[in-house]
């Protein structure tokens, strides 16, 4: 199954949330409370703050196609639209979800993959990205890929203080 990477346009803002939603319940849901996933999936997945996102002119959303069926999103973000580093020569890879039922089939690679290009046409040294310390399976696609930890900051979900683990990769 080939995959296909479309530009989300603010035309496709609800599309987005669902995805966005569904992929972010699949993942998280057994390890928060309803109460904290509900105040973070309303917060994040916003109409209102995903138009928002997607009309930031350094802030990228890609749907990722299968035969014409969107199966997960990615996020970049450059220059001041990163959470936090916001350096020239660095690029944020923000949010990467795929439904459950594709994974484990090499699209995350193909993703990865896509991701280092647009790093790469957009001039920059090193991608970095938050994942939760205790989502293993992530961190171990992610060093498998070559990227390493660097440091960790605070992702609140709800009212609960997760530690998320910063990890970069290097441009060759």
Do not use: C
Request: aromatic content about 14%; overall charge negative; hydrophobic content about 40%.
């Amino acid at each position: 199954m080939d995959l296909d990477f479309i530009s989300v346009q603010l035309s496709n803002v609800a599309q987005l949330q669902k995805i966005s939603i569904q992929t972010f319940t699949e993942a998280f849901a057994k390890d928060n409370t309803e109460e904290n996933l509900k105040h973070y999936l309303d917060s994040a997945f916003s109409i209102t703050e995903l138009q928002h996102q997607i009309q930031n002119p350094n802030s990228f959303f890609y749907f990722l196609r299968v035969e014409e069926e969107v199966i997960g999103y990615f996020k970049v973000n450059i220059g001041e639209s990163q959470t936090e580093l916001k350096t020239a020569n660095s690029m944020e890879l923000e949010r990467i979800y795929i439904l459950k039922q594709y994974q484990s089939q090499g699209f995350g690679k193909t993703v990865l993959e896509k991701v280092v290009d647009l790093a790469k046409i957009l001039d920059k040294q090193w991608i970095w990205l938050g994942v939760w310390e205790h989502n293993l399976k992530a961190i171990q696609f992610y060093q498998r890929f070559g990227f390493h930890k660097f440091d960790e900051h605070i992702y609140p979900i709800g009212v609960d203080p997760q530690i998320d683990w910063m990890m970069k990769l290097v441009i060759a």
